[in-house]
């Protein structure tokens, strides 16, 4: 599983121009779901989302995570994430997992997420979204576990 995080400002996804997640302040996450995911993977990623420390604390350090700045989280499912982009110009997708593992890997890792924090919001998994953001810093990580 691969996540792409991004401290936000503000964040929003649109679907046929209906806004069907927004969050302030917090984090952005495109999740990708690789062929081997399961619940160990899962688990293991929510803990590290709402724990990685990449809010800035009283001395201006990366020290605080999304919970102690009562941040957003907003989830979107992104299979691009998966893509094997070594060779050639164009990403092979083969090494992604199906559509039918990445939605259930996606809503085991949204309600998993939402069991242990409120402020979550989510894209729809196989639409056309369209995603805005500021990135605040800009400050990027990929996660992969």
């Given at each position: 599983?691969?996540?792409?995080?991004?401290?936000?400002t503000q964040?929003?996804?649109?679907?046929?121009?209906?806004?069907?997640?927004?969050?302030?302040?917090?984090?952005?996450?495109?999740?990708?779901?690789?062929?081997?995911?399961?619940?160990?993977?899962?688990?293991?990623?929510?803990?590290?989302?709402?724990?990685?420390?990449?809010?800035?604390?009283?001395?201006?350090?990366?020290?605080?995570?999304?919970?102690?700045?009562?941040?957003?989280?907003?989830?979107?499912?992104?299979?691009?994430?998966?893509?094997?982009?070594?060779?050639?110009?164009?990403?092979?997708?083969?090494?992604?997992?199906?559509?039918?593992?990445?939605?259930?890997?996606?809503?085991?890792?949204?309600?998993?997420i939402k069991?242990?924090?409120?402020?979550?919001?989510?894209?729809?998994?196989?639409?056309?979204?369209?995603?805005?953001?500021?990135?605040?810093?800009?400050?990027?990580?990929?996660?992969?576990?």
């Amino acid at each position: 599983m691969k996540a792409l995080i991004q401290r936000v400002t503000q964040a929003q996804v649109t679907v046929d121009t209906v806004v069907i997640g927004a969050i302030d302040q917090g984090l952005l996450v495109l999740v990708g779901v690789d062929p081997g995911d399961a619940a160990p993977n899962i688990e293991k990623m929510a803990h590290r989302l709402l724990n990685y420390r990449v809010f800035a604390d009283a001395d201006g350090r990366m020290n605080l995570n999304v919970r102690q700045v009562m941040g957003g989280v907003l989830l979107v499912p992104q299979f691009t994430l998966s893509a094997d982009t070594r060779k050639g110009l164009r990403p092979s997708f083969t090494s992604a997992a199906s559509p039918e593992q990445g939605l259930s890997v996606f809503t085991a890792l949204v309600d998993t997420i939402k069991q242990q924090y409120e402020g979550v919001e989510t894209g729809q998994f196989g639409a056309d979204m369209q995603v805005s953001l500021t990135n605040d810093g800009p400050v990027t990580f990929l996660l992969e576990n």
